[in-house]
């Protein structure tokens, strides 16, 4: 294989993990900069609050948490609907917004940290299934348009 075709299928591999990881960083980010260094129960909740998010989005997915799982190929168009631009930064976003409206209700650090985890994970994986699917609908008026 060429290494121009490695580094492609590598990137494509890599892409979901690396949206979701600047994701992730970036809310604790966030929530470092506002309540400053977490206490080990503040790590732990947004530990928790990541977890749930995403055990709440597997079972909804999967129809529950101990079920096989086939993976399909997947097929991108673009680099740029692999590197997810709109997903992290409209979470991030997001994140922000969460932080900004606890900070108001004075919602205590632990609570905050996993309120901030559930967002982080839940808002990223939603905001990828909009991502995939406007880039469907993108792909179905492009093959529209070259039957014309």
Known sequence: MHPRDRLARTLLDES??????????????????EYG????????????GSL???????????????VGVEREGRNVR????MVHLFATFCN?????A?????????????????AVGVVATVGYS?????EE????????SERAGDGE
């Open 37 to 48: 260094v977490p206490s080990h129960f503040d790590v732990l909740g947004y530990i928790a």
């Open 133 to 140: 699917v406007v880039g469907e609908r993108y792909r179905a």
């Open 92 to 96: 991030l976003l997001l994140a922000l």
């Open 78 to 81: 673009s680099a740029v609907e």
């Open 98 to 114: 969460v932080i900004q409206v606890e900070h108001l209700f004075a919602v205590v650090e632990p609570i905050g940290f996993f």
């Open 52 to 66: 749930l998010g995403f055990a709440g989005l597997t079972w909804y997915s999967f129809g529950g948490l101990l």
């Open 16 to 33: 979901w993990a690396y949206g979701y990881t600047l994701t992730i960083w970036g809310a604790g980010a966030f929530l470092i900069a």
């Open 126 to 130: 939603l905001l990828l299934l909009v």
